[in-house]
């Protein structure tokens, strides 16, 4: 299916979902031939509009309960047009695995390079956690309930990153014990507890109810904090 040029608009800003770019308001429509890098933009551009549109449906009515005529129509397209960005659901299930863990890396990976302290850094995890159950909740249950479901090979790619993520914490962790800032423990363990507190609030936690992801995540941190301190 072939569509006719387009001018570009300016769209207005919105907030950033994981993976970086803005969320989509419109509908997604086949790339426009303008280009082999302006075709490889729009296509990974809309296939995050997609993504994101088949999470909300995952998380209202769960993902086995999604068919890809459903999405179809979450997303504006027709289901032809919809298989030329999209091979089926366990393509869209990996593309949340991958967005997931790819913002925690990310936003990790930055804190580092800033000089945050030990501290901070696993505080920010806390934060980055919290803020993504608030909102993406389809990405966060999607990324803790369905791992299972995903082919041999994506559970493999995916393992490979989830356990980098975890090796940079792990050090994070590990450095902060050495420097006496933590209670000297092992350093797996402690780092399967940080996350447990923080990965199953996606299972408690009321976004219209609860406080704000930040304020929720500082509470949560300082309950930790105090357990995880050297006296």
């Known amino acids: 299916m072939k569509a006719a040029k387009q001018s570009p608009k300016r769209s207005k800003k919105v907030s950033q979902p994981p993976g970086g770019k803005p969320a989509a308001a419109s509908t997604p429509q086949p790339p426009g031939r303008r280009g082999p890098k302006v075709d490889v933009e729009q296509t990974a551009r809309r296939r995050r509009e997609i993504i994101h549109r088949a999470a ?3 998380d209202k009515v769960g993902y086995h309960g999604v068919n890809m005529n459903m999405i179809a ?6 289901k ?6 999209i091979s089926g659901k366990d393509e869209i299930l990996f593309g949340l695995h991958e967005l997931m863990i790819g913002t925690l ?4 990976d930055a804190r580092l390079a800033a000089g945050a302290d030990t501290m901070e850094v696993l505080r920010g995890v806390v934060v980055d ?5 608030h909102d993406y909740p389809g990405f966060v ?3 803790f309930e369905h791992f299972r479901e995903l082919s041999h090979p994506q559970r493999a790619e995916i393992a490979i990153k989830r356990d980098a993520f975890i090796a940079v914490i792990l050090g994070v962790i590990k450095k902060a014990m050495a420097e006496g800032i933590l209670n000297k423990a092992d ?26 992801p930040e304020e929720l995540a500082d509470q949560c941190w300082n309950i930790i904090r105090r357990g995880l301190a050297a006296r």
């Open 56 to 58: 909300a449906l995952f």
């Open 73 to 78: 129509e979450a997303a504006g397209l027709k």
């Open 80 to 85: 032809p047009t919809l298989y030329h960005y």
């Open 105 to 108: 890396q990310r936003n990790t």
């Open 129 to 133: 956690v919290f803020k993504l159950i």
């Open 141 to 143: 249950r999607a990324f």
């Open 187 to 212: 350093p797996r363990l402690t780092a399967n507890c940080l996350f447990s507190i923080c990965n199953w609030a996606y299972q408690w936690y009321r976004p219209n109810k609860d406080p704000a």
